[in-house]
């Protein structure tokens, strides 16, 4: 199932590569995060400057997606809150996968008492529906960027526990993970050095898909007035923001639903594709 | 099956009591005094020293969780801090927008993702397939918000056939209950395909049509039925997304529903009604579950005699 020689890295390299759609959606997130790493010194405005007389405008030679109702531009705000949507994604998707996988590897590699003891953890996360968890937890901690992160970080995390808990567990009796007991390696150095390296196949998998979740909650939840504040650019806000001149100016909402959707899109090809290149039998 | 339902029935008593941990939490995370956050900003102190006999806020957490469930148990939610009325009757009046909501939005996204699920399965790799497919993939990256403001210019400001927002008739529900099903239909579309295929490869179906079977027959009742129980997982766990969307949905559609009142709740610091609200809202997804899990034991024979 999971990389372990060479040739089985190379045998699952060539169907990914084979597969068209997540080799795009790989191309796209690439060049997402060079967008968001090259936008704050290629860009020919400030996003913050504010133009009164220039709001509202259509595209141009000068705003090739025109601007907004303060008369920024429209393109360069969304060069800016790739980062902004990428900082946010990337930080809840690696607190959870981080916080997650690691419960998970411990549950299911002590079992018992411990194992019980995560697992109902895991399920109290549960008992609620993630998006209305994330909002309780904002209406706890209040707005903002880090409290996005947190929000939509601690709702993904049984996603990650449950996952790594059950391939740790089909793996933890194979005959590797007895041998290097045998030698007296530590139970720690088992954890981290034995088994982890052998579930991350499907870990990677579930980060890619869980990006494009989160991309949606979070900007969803920008969207609501709970994510980073104005003037800070980020997609779910633009929108939030051009929503009342949606009649005059129909592409000021058009194009930041448009990235999300892309950026989504993207993670979720990657991750089907990631799946079906590591699992073939899984493919249909 | 009695048996199974009353075991199920006792296990929602623990989910809900953490359910309602969780909410009771929420007021005792927030920085501040929860004395002075639940009077308002205009309270005058005595005002916050009798909220905090009332509520026993100076006593040690687990009284004060002693006291709000068991006022809560009582259907006392405590008063909004913003029109001062019962939080009860406040979320009361609004649950059945947002239940429409769902709802609706539900039985959009079953209906019509069963059907695409069916149609690509009995047809794998032709067009419509590869189509559908596709649109569903598409179904599950569109941002909620985005897909009812680009519906709403759409429908009702471009072709007015439909209200931009509010509450009423069904021409109110449409574009919202297509919003939000949108994603569960994709989500629907994608594994009633995966679990029909893996059905229709059986041996049961190849002599359902052996011994002459019409087609529709051999796709619905031997097919579509045994590939049910996955699809009823999906559905149960959308229910809950639904809730959650709702509170998007009735952001872009203007719609007074509890969604709408939690976040109104959140801005305005209206700590009790935020709590209401969110303990309604998981109590009804509690209650799915229970629902679907009923649903289990009645498609598949094997758990009810577990």
């Given at each position: 199932?999971?990389?372990?020689s060479p040739s089985q890295f190379r045998a699952v390299l060539r169907r990914f ?268 | ?306």
């Amino acid at each position: 199932m999971e990389p372990r020689s060479p040739s089985q890295f190379r045998a699952v390299l060539r169907r990914f590569v084979r597969h068209r759609a997540a080799v795009v959606g790989l191309i796209l997130i690439i060049g997402l995060v060079l967008t968001a790493a090259i936008a704050p010194v290629s860009i020919a405005y400030d996003p913050y400057a504010i133009a009164l007389g220039q709001s509202l405008q259509g595209p141009s030679l000068a705003h090739p997606l025109g601007t907004d109702e303060l008369g920024r531009d429209v393109l360069i705000r969304l060069l800016m809150g790739a980062r902004t949507t990428l900082m946010i994604t990337v930080g809840a998707v690696g607190l959870a996968l981080g916080v997650g996988a690691s419960l998970g590897l411990a549950a299911g590699f002590h079992g018992g008492g411990v194992d019980s003891l995560i697992m109902r953890g895991v399920d109290v996360l549960m008992s609620m529906p993630g998006f209305l968890l994330a909002i309780g937890i904002i209406a706890a901690l209040g707005v903002g960027t880090t409290n996005v992160i947190l929000a939509v970080g601690i709702y993904s995390i049984p996603t990650f526990a449950r996952l790594a808990r059950g391939s740790t567990l089909s793996v933890k009796s194979e005959e590797y993970v007895t041998a290097a007991r045998a030698v007296g390696v530590s139970n720690g150095g088992i954890m981290i050095r034995h088994i982890l390296p052998n579930i991350m196949p499907p870990l990677m998998v579930q980060t890619s898909l869980r990006m494009a979740t989160a991309i949606l909650s979070a900007s969803g939840l920008s969207f609501l007035g709970l994510g980073p504040q104005p003037p800070e650019p980020e997609w779910g806000a633009m929108l939030a923001a051009g929503r009342n001149y949606m009649t005059r100016a129909p592409l000021l909402v058009a194009f930041p639903g448009l990235a999300i959707l892309m950026v989504t899109l993207s993670f979720n090809l990657l991750g089907d594709g990631l799946r079906d290149s590591l699992d073939p039998k899984l493919k249909r | 099956m009695t048996r199974h339902i009353i075991r199920r029935l006792l296990y929602t008593i623990p989910v809900m009591l953490v359910v309602s941990l969780l909410v009771f939490g929420i007021l005792h995370v927030a920085p501040g005094d929860p004395a002075a956050m639940l009077g308002g900003e205009d309270a005058r102190p005595e005002d916050v020293a009798a909220i905090r006999a009332k509520y026993g806020l100076d006593q040690p957490l687990y009284i004060q969780y002693g006291i709000w469930i068991g006022n809560a148990l009582r259907s006392d939610l405590g008063r909004s801090i913003v029109t001062r009325r019962p939080v009860l009757q406040e979320v009361v009046t609004r649950f059945p927008y947002t239940l429409e909501l769902a709802v609706a939005a539900l039985v959009a996204a079953v209906v019509a993702g069963m059907s695409v699920g069916v149609i690509s399965a009995t047809r794998q790799y032709s067009a419509i397939d590869h189509g559908t497919m596709v649109l569903a993939l598409l179904g599950v990256s569109t941002p909620v918000f985005w897909l009812g403001l680009m519906l709403i210019f759409a429908f009702s400001v471009e072709l007015r056939w439909f209200p931009t927002g509010g509450v009423g008739s069904w021409r109110h529900l449409v574009l919202p209950a297509l919003t939000l099903g949108a994603h569960s239909m994709a989500i629907i579309a994608r594994m009633t395909r995966s679990s029909m295929l893996e059905v229709i490869r059986q041996d049961y179906i190849r002599t359902a049509r052996a011994k002459g079977l019409v087609e529709r027959v051999v796709v619905l009742r031997h097919g579509l039925l045994n590939a049910l129980i996955p699809v009823v997982t999906v559905v149960g766990l959308q229910f809950g997304y639904l809730l959650g969307g709702a509170v998007i949905t009735e952001t872009v559609f203007s719609r007074r529903g509890l969604g709408r009142l939690l976040i109104d709740s959140i801005n305005s610091r209206d700590f009790p009604t935020v709590q209401g609200t969110l303990m309604l809202l998981a109590g009804s997804f509690v209650l799915v579950n229970l629902l679907v899990d009923t649903l289990y034991a009645y498609l598949d024979p094997r758990i009810r005699y577990e």
